[in-house]
């Protein structure tokens, strides 16, 4: 069993920035493959940016504006939002190979 727990979410202006944390436990020895999914209403929940192998992935609509990283020793996983545009406005899941958490909501106004 994993235990992810989100952290970090909250109300912004559009251009300012965010950081999320998910910090991990349990049966995780490992962040690699631990990422961040988000899912606006009424829209179906998408990848933002995952830790794969050590290299970072990214979703187009964020690349350049978000960075993932980790603290693998004491699995932590941050998500550096940048730039924020409404458009980002979302609940942010933290995610490690099908185990999820409750989610952080994320609101930028414009």
């Known amino acids: 069993q994993v235990q992810l727990l989100e952290s970090g979410g909250g109300l912004v202006q559009a251009g300012g920035s965010l950081r999320l944390s998910c910090a991990a436990s349990?049966?995780?020895?490992?962040?690699?493959?631990m990422g961040w999914y988000r899912q606006a209403p009424g829209k179906q929940r998408e990848l933002v940016a995952r830790?794969?192998?050590?290299?970072?992935n990214y979703a187009d609509s964020v690349k350049g504006r978000f960075t993932i990283s980790g603290d693998n020793a004491k699995k932590l996983v941050y998500l550096q939002m940048n730039s924020l545009k409404p458009e980002d406005t979302a609940v942010y899941y933290c995610s490690f190979y099908g185990y999820w958490g409750q989610g952080t909501q994320v609101i930028v106004s414009s």
């Open positions: 830790i794969t192998s050590g290299s970072r």
């Open positions: 349990g049966s995780i020895f490992s962040i690699n493959g």
